[in-house]
């Protein structure tokens, strides 16, 4: 009898949850892109070092990495809702808080509690999304919110650097109380509804812990290198890894199942070229905003718009992209895409102080496509190689994959600008160094890429996995 209204109230619900997904995931990149453009003018504002300024990036990074496996298990017992919304209200209070810092320490500490927001809503939103959609529109709708990702990092720039050359770096970090707050209210208002994975379960907190302990000795092991101090912090990091791998295979609860990537082939490879992906391409737009800006000269608003490019073409390309994979082969489009990528990062090995800037957008242009191609298509394949009970775990993997590759990505320029230069500010007798680390970030960012195309292409027939999966038995 109360049949009727189901339809018109699953349209609104699915209209609803796209329009706030979507509205969110472009919020985490374009604060992302924004700051990397204004990072010249807080090194000057805050008295920053090479090293510290890459911390800004970094710690945000490692704060999201970390707070994903504890927040998406949370999300599963407690509701997906709940935890998103919270993630919300934590993050407009860390980016609020940014905007009045008055040290680098005071700026990176708001960094990691952003972080932690981020996290909150970050492996939420996916989820949601999964749980609402059916599997045949699947590749639309991770089109259409991929797209937002890249909508946030195309904007990020030039607004960013508008920001910072009218009203200062803080600008940017203030922005985000207004948006925030529309943010949260739009949820509330227009997200009925609750989701929950696996209720009844209980948080296994000293798991969550030994991860977080183990990811931030690796990530900070690494920007201590080649200090004793960074070998040994790696060699812990490591070790605690491979306990937290141990305890969860045997964990009555555990936050992540890493049994699935033993089990599922497609899953685990797709998942690893996500890994790889991001290792090679996250940390080119920071040192390309810095070689703009140092080397070439231009305002922090000029670099914007040139940095632009790579981000438009994968706002325009990501929902095309989705909607070709619930049709096409993934694995075709995704392999595609990597190794237009990888031709991308390596033409970068030959950046020089006078290479014309038109030459540079065709490079980025090119970037944006080749990541586009990949990064719907490799989304909707490991949302499609699992079981619906599992759209929470694979929202996370995918997000954990991005971070940790983003992550390890801002670790990599890091330990290259550490060798490199050292714990010194980027001025005009140094460059040849910076350009030096530059042309290094660049080359293992390409060989790293070129093994993600193995991945890509070896996962197996997506359409075939998906089509007899989990989701249809």
């Not at 008295?47 to 707070?67: E, N, R």
């Not at 690796?218 to 004793?228: C, I, W």
């Not at 045997?250 to 690893?272: C, E, G, H």
Request: hydrophobic share 50%.
């Amino acid at each position: 009898m109360k049949q009727t209204p189901s339809l018109p109230d699953a349209a609104t619900l699915e209209r609803s949850a796209l329009i706030v997904a979507t509205l969110t995931s472009f919020v985490g990149p374009f604060i992302i892109s924004s700051v990397n453009v204004a990072l010249p003018a807080i090194q000057a504002d805050l008295q920053m070092d090479a090293v510290q300024l890459s911390w800004i990036a970094t710690a945000y990074l490692l704060a999201v990495a970390v707070g994903l496996i504890p927040a998406g298990k949370v999300a599963d017992i407690h509701g997906r809702k709940k935890v998103f919304t919270l993630g919300l209200v934590v993050y407009t209070i860390a980016s609020t808080g940014a905007a009045f810092a008055g040290s680098a320490a005071l700026l990176i500490g708001l960094r990691v509690l952003q972080g932690f927001g981020a996290a909150m809503f970050i492996t939420t939103g996916m989820a949601i999304l999964t749980s609402i959609f059916p599997p045949h529109r699947r590749g639309r709708v991770i089109g259409i919110y991929v797209a937002a990702v890249y909508v946030g990092l195309s904007v990020g720039p030039f607004a960013g650097g508008l920001l910072t050359h009218h009203f200062g770096w803080r600008s940017i970090f203030l922005l985000m109380l207004p948006l925030g707050l529309f943010l949260t209210l739009l949820t509330l208002r227009y997200l009925h509804g609750e989701w929950r994975g696996e209720p009844g379960q209980r948080l296994d907190t000293p798991a969550c812990l030994l991860y977080g302990v183990a990811i931030t000795a690796l990530v900070y092991g690494a920007t201590r290198l080649p200090a004793p101090v960074g070998i040994l912090l790696l060699v812990i990091g490591t070790l605690l890894l491979v306990l937290f791998v141990l305890h969860q295979r045997q964990a009555r609860y555990p936050v992540f199942n890493v049994s699935l990537f033993a089990d599922n082939k497609t899953f685990a490879f797709s998942s690893l070229a996500a890994l790889l992906n991001y290792s090679a391409t996250f940390a080119v737009t920071f040192l390309l905003s810095l070689y703009l800006q140092y080397l070439k000269g231009l305002t922090p608003h000029a670099a914007g718009l040139v940095l632009m490019a790579q981000p438009v073409m994968m706002a325009l390309l990501s929902p095309l992209a989705g909607r070709l994979s619930d049709r096409v082969e993934p694995r075709l489009l995704a392999t595609a895409g990597m190794t237009i990528t990888v031709v991308g990062v390596s033409l970068f090995t030959r950046l020089e102080p006078d290479t014309p800037l038109p030459l540079i957008v065709a490079n980025l242009t090119l970037l944006g496509t080749g990541f586009a191609l990949f990064s719907s298509p490799n989304m909707s394949a490991i949302m499609g190689a699992v079981e619906k009970r599992h759209y929470g775990l694979a929202s996370g993997t995918v997000a954990t994959m991005r971070l940790i590759g983003q992550m390890f990505s801002m670790a990599m320029a890091t330990v290259v600008l550490a060798l490199v230069i050292g714990r010194q500010a980027i001025v005009p007798a140094n460059y040849h160094l910076f350009l030096r680390s530059v042309h290094t970030v660049y080359l293992i960012s390409a060989i790293l890429c070129l093994t993600g195309v193995y991945f890509s292409w070896f996962r197996g027939s997506l359409h075939h996995d998906t089509d007899t999966g989990g989701q249809h038995r």
